[in-house]
């Protein structure tokens, strides 16, 4: 995930939102390849992952999914409203990138790009 759009910055003058909300929604198809990989070698993660995917990211890529198959994204008020709302998202899913570096016990590289600036 710190490698997707789900947690790195989108600045205004970059990107394209559908890409970024095609980026964000396939977490779904990467969570479910990992359980089929792993089975219950990931089931602490299983854990975490199907209440982030179903609580946190579902209600955002199902409302923009919507909005941007009935051409949203050729507004700039909603382009505004995606990336506001996205920055909201990413910083949920960053604590969660956390929780799952605790989980793995691997050092949290959340903020490295941050630090190196």
């Given at each position: 995930m710190l490698t997707r759009i789900t947690t790195q910055p989108l600045p205004d003058e970059d990107g394209v939102e559908q890409t970024a909300l095609d980026s964000i929604y396939a977490l779904f198809g990467i969570t479910r390849k990992t359980?089929?990989?792993?089975?219950?070698?990931?089931?602490?993660?299983?854990?975490?992952?199907?209440?982030?995917?179903?609580?946190?990211?579902?209600?955002?890529?199902?409302?923009?999914?919507?909005k941007s198959q009935n051409g949203a994204f050729a507004s700039l008020d909603e382009c505004q409203q995606?990336?506001?709302?996205?920055?909201?998202?990413?910083?949920?899913?960053?604590?969660?990138?956390?929780?799952?570096?605790?989980?793995?016990?691997?050092?949290?590289?959340?903020?490295?790009?941050?630090?190196?600036?």
């Open positions: 359980f089929k990989d792993h089975g219950r070698s990931c089931i602490q993660f299983a854990k975490i992952a199907i209440v982030v995917l179903n609580q946190v990211v579902r209600p955002f890529t199902a409302k923009w999914h919507r995606f990336r506001q709302e996205l920055q909201v998202l990413q910083t949920q899913l960053r604590n969660y990138t956390r929780l799952l570096a605790e989980l793995a016990g691997v050092e949290d590289l959340t903020e490295i790009e941050a630090e190196n600036l």
